[in-house]
């Protein structure tokens, strides 16, 4: 069994960052694809962004050129730096390892 814990949520004004951050029990981030979804008010989740065991990245559209995937294996941490942040990022964000594990997601809120 394997726990993720997030971290780094919070309200952010629009165009402000922030940096979240998923820590697992275990050293396994090195092993398998590992990424971000998020699940805004009244709407499904969906998948924001990952990065696999050889740090290819892939990013869903409306974010990209905003947000940055990255990890440390040694750390067995996961990170997602987001800048020019939206409204419309608004949701409560999760990390995955494998599709097969989650945590329990961290509110992130864009509002002026």
């Known amino acids: 069994q394997v726990q993720l814990v997030e971290s780094g949520g919070g309200l952010v004004q629009p165009g402000g960052s922030l940096r979240l951050s998923c820590r697992a029990s275990?050293?396994?981030?090195?092993?398998?694809?590992v990424g971000w979804y998020r699940r805004a008010p009244g709407k499904q989740r969906e998948p924001v962004a990952d990065?696999?065991?050889?740090?290819?990245?892939n990013y869903t559209d409306s974010v990209k050129g905003r947000f940055t995937i990255s990890k440390d294996n040694a750390k067995n941490t996961l990170f997602l730096q987001m800048n020019s942040l939206k409204s419309e990022d608004t949701a409560v964000y999760y990390c995955?390892?494998?599709?097969?594990?989650w945590g329990q997601g961290t509110q992130v809120t864009v509002s002026s």
């Open positions: 995955h390892l494998n599709w097969q594990y």
């Open positions: 275990k050293d396994i981030f090195r092993l398998y694809t």
């Open positions: 990065i696999s065991n050889t740090m290819r990245t």
